[in-house]
């Protein structure tokens, strides 16, 4: 089955700078790649994703680029703020992407 | 927007009991649902795809008689967890995907916190 890692698994930084999650996985017909944002107890939030033809995408301080060829996509989060504390699971899907095969998960900090 | 439930959102049991957890497409119709059991401080584990009008198919090491999925209608999914035990215990959340206009979008499920005593 797929594997999927992710990159660092607990993340802490201070307001205002960036933060970097990569997700690296197996399967190679895996063409759907979004990142998950889940607080405590409660269901995940998709923030952003990206389908397999488009290499980066962009939603104001949220970004995702991909690597297709070396299997790993990441996360990019400008301007952190303590609200964006929270774990993050990036999640690739295959086919109509329903099926998601979720990361190991990455703890993020944002001090202030 | 689309909206995929569950219900109960807490249960406690006792050891030895069958706990049956429901999945909804509120606005949707669903051919596919799947189930995520996630532990503490882990990933969501996918459990079983459920097909509506079939059987689920379930991932290498989830027992299928010990978790009983039914999807007997488009818009509902049951997860059934039989004698249950502690180390069942554990946040079970569905998703389901909706194909529109825009694309393919999976909603998740409020998640069902699962306590066995």
């Known amino acids: 089955g797929e594997n999927v890692e992710q990159h660092p698994s607990t993340l802490s930084v201070q307001e205002g700078d960036s933060a970097v999650i990569k997700c690296t996985y197996s399967d190679s017909a895996s063409n759907y790649f979004p990142w998950y944002k889940q607080e405590l107890g409660k269901r995940p939030q998709l923030i952003i994703d990206?389908?397999?033809?488009?290499g980066e995408k962009k939603d104001q301080r949220i970004a995702v680029t991909l690597n297709k060829t070396a299997k790993h996509f990441s996360l990019h989060i400008t301007e952190t703020q303590p609200e964006d504390s929270a774990v993050y699971f990036c999640a690739p899907g295959r086919g109509g992407g329903n099926k998601l095969t979720f990361g190991t998960g990455t703890q993020l900090k944002v001090e202030l | 927007g689309a909206v995929v439930s569950q219900h109960p959102s807490w249960v406690i049991c006792k050891s030895g009991t069958s706990v049956k957890i429901e999945c909804r497409s509120l606005d949707f119709q669903a051919t596919t649902m799947f189930w995520y059991r996630q532990f503490p401080k882990q990933s969501l584990m996918l459990m079983a795809t459920?097909?509506?009008?079939?059987?689920?198919?379930?991932e290498q090491g989830v027992e299928k008689d010990k978790f009983l999925i039914n999807h007997a209608s488009l818009t509902l999914s049951t997860l059934t967890v039989t004698s249950a035990h502690p180390e069942d215990s554990s946040f079970y959340i569905c998703?389901?995907?909706?194909?529109?206009?825009?694309?393919?979008?999976?909603?998740f499920g409020e998640g069902s916190w699962l306590t066995v005593v």
């Open positions: 990206i389908r397999s033809n488009v």
């Open positions: 998703s389901a995907g909706r194909t529109g206009s825009s694309g393919n979008t999976i909603y």
């Open positions: 459920s097909n509506e009008g079939s059987k689920a198919t379930y």
